[in-house]
């Protein structure tokens, strides 16, 4: 089934839309929730309250690229469960927490966020491809370092390093936009 399908079965109010969604995308939410979670039971929650957000989202919205938007539901409600356990992934640390977005801050903040994700998608988008998958495995996914090593065929130190250089390099960007204060 198609992402204008599943669509479509939301915006006709269909109880399949639901059904096809986690069919077609479940697996992929499943993944992000785990990497977030670290746990089956949580990660079961959290797609419980996935789904019920995204028919309650659909209509109005109508995202261009379902996948993703579906991956930003599926990770911020993951975020905000584990919060609210107040425990952390055991993979997480403190850079990676930094990197995370709570939208869940009122029509300012979704405006802010939505900004700010244009312009670390213009900035990644500058980036080496290599460079640009082991920031996103590690920051959107939530791969560890060695995780995230391993894929790149890179050693820890030099994924390490890279991740360093690309923090940096962000931050001025943000800085040289405007949108980074220190």
């Known amino acids: ?65 379902f996948k993703g938007w579906l991956g930003v539901v599926t990770r911020n409600q993951a975020l905000t469960l584990r919060r609210s356990k107040a425990r952390r992934p055991q993979q997480a640390d403190e850079a990676a927490l930094e990197l995370a977005l709570d939208l869940s801050g009122g029509p300012e903040r979704e405006a802010e966020a939505r900004e700010l994700g244009r312009m670390i998608s213009e900035f990644l988008a500058a980036q080496p491809e290599k460079n640009r998958n082991v920031f996103l495995r590690r920051y959107w996914y939530g791969d560890t370092v060695e995780e995230a090593a391993r894929w790149a065929g890179w050693s820890v130190s030099r994924t390490k390093s890279a991740l360093f250089r690309m923090r940096n390099k962000l931050r001025d960007y943000l800085k040289k936009e405007d949108f980074y204060h220190e």
């Open 1 to 65: 089934m198609t992402d204008q399908e599943l669509l479509d079965l939301y915006f006709a109010r269909s109880e399949e839309a639901v059904a096809a969604t986690r069919m077609v995308y479940g697996p992929y939410c499943r993944a992000i929730a785990l990497r977030v979670l670290g746990s089956e039971e949580d990660a079961e929650e959290c797609l419980s309250d996935v789904w019920l957000r995204v028919w309650n989202a659909i209509p109005p919205e109508r995202p261009d690229h």
